[in-house]
């Protein structure tokens, strides 16, 4: 797919890349939900993470982990969570595929469990729906 001239991703400046690969880019989002919020990204413009070949996912992950450690280093987070928005109702806002790695801390949150599940929020909690049935690696976890 040719690279469309309003991709935001396709045209980004030198300064905003922050380490890169033969096949990916590693660059902070513009709109940071943590501190060292960084977004990967393929250089061959998709708009969808399945049309990748298993080379350039490959890459991406490979650069997914350099970056993490670096901001392991850098930061010391507690966690990260990682996603991709694959489509428009998946929240994806530019057509360009993109992994996003979020650092987190302890306590930028009052509750961290359930992850993204807390883009349904009246699903999020699912811990105290059953409590006979709660995974035993969760089960002693500390609210």
């Not at 380490?19 to 990916?24: I, M």
Request: glycine share 6%.
């Amino acid at each position: 797919m040719d690279k469309p001239t309003t991709c935001h991703y396709c045209s980004l400046a030198a300064a905003r890349i922050i380490d890169e690969s033969a096949l990916s880019i590693a660059f902070k989002d513009a709109f940071p939900i943590s501190s060292g919020h960084t977004l990967i990204i393929p250089r061959r413009h998709t708009d969808s993470f399945f049309d990748l070949t298993h080379q350039e996912r490959e890459d991406m992950l490979d650069l997914l982990t350099r970056v993490k450690n670096h901001l392991q280093d850098e930061l010391n987070p507690q966690g990260f969570n990682i996603g991709i928005n694959e489509g428009f109702a998946a929240g994806q806002t530019v057509m360009h595929t993109n992994i996003q790695l979020i650092p987190r801390f302890k306590g930028d949150v009052s509750e961290p469990r359930g992850g993204i599940r807390w883009l349904f929020p009246e699903k999020a909690v699912f811990w105290d729906k059953k409590p006979d049935e709660t995974p035993p690696d969760i089960g002693n976890a500390k609210p």
